[in-house]
């Protein structure tokens, strides 16, 4: 599985990014596609994740009533639409999957395939 995330960029506070995560190869019915943030020097920590057939979500509580995940099933991409950003929203942002459709094992560990980052940075 190969994903190619996209939609980074400098934003003001309370501004608003998508960003667009693209799946392609051996992609099977029940696969997950979550993202993930990495500021620097802090580690790695689940944002959101989205099962791609049914559609169910899971969300970091940092994510909660600002963030929103969805899916194009169809053409396998996910989405991750930004609202109400703040300054420490800043990180670089990395879409993930696994494919035995679990949404709730958050731990970077569980996730296989991951796609490169996009940078997000919000002004203040």
């Known amino acids: 599985v190969q994903l190619q995330a996209s939609g980074g960029g400098l934003v003001q506070t309370v501004g608003s990014l998508r960003l667009s995560c693209v799946a392609s190869?051996?992609?099977?019915?029940?696969?997950?596609i979550g993202w993930f943030r990495q500021a620097p020097g802090k580690e790695r920590e689940f944002v959101a994740a989205?099962?791609?057939?049914?559609?169910?979500?899971n969300y970091a509580d940092s994510a909660k009533g600002r963030f929103a995940i969805s899916k194009d099933g169809v053409n396998n991409i996910g989405y991750l639409q930004m609202d109400s950003l703040k300054p420490e929203d800043t990180a670089v942002y990395y879409c993930?999957?696994?494919?035995?459709?679990?949404?709730?094992?958050?731990?970077?560990?569980?996730?296989?395939?991951w796609g490169q980052g996009t940078l997000v940075t919000v002004s203040s």
């Open positions: 989205i099962n791609m057939s049914g559609g169910s979500t």
């Open positions: 993930a999957a696994k494919l035995n459709g679990d949404i709730y094992s958050t731990s970077t560990r569980y996730w296989r395939y």
């Open positions: 190869g051996r992609i099977f019915s029940r696969y997950v």
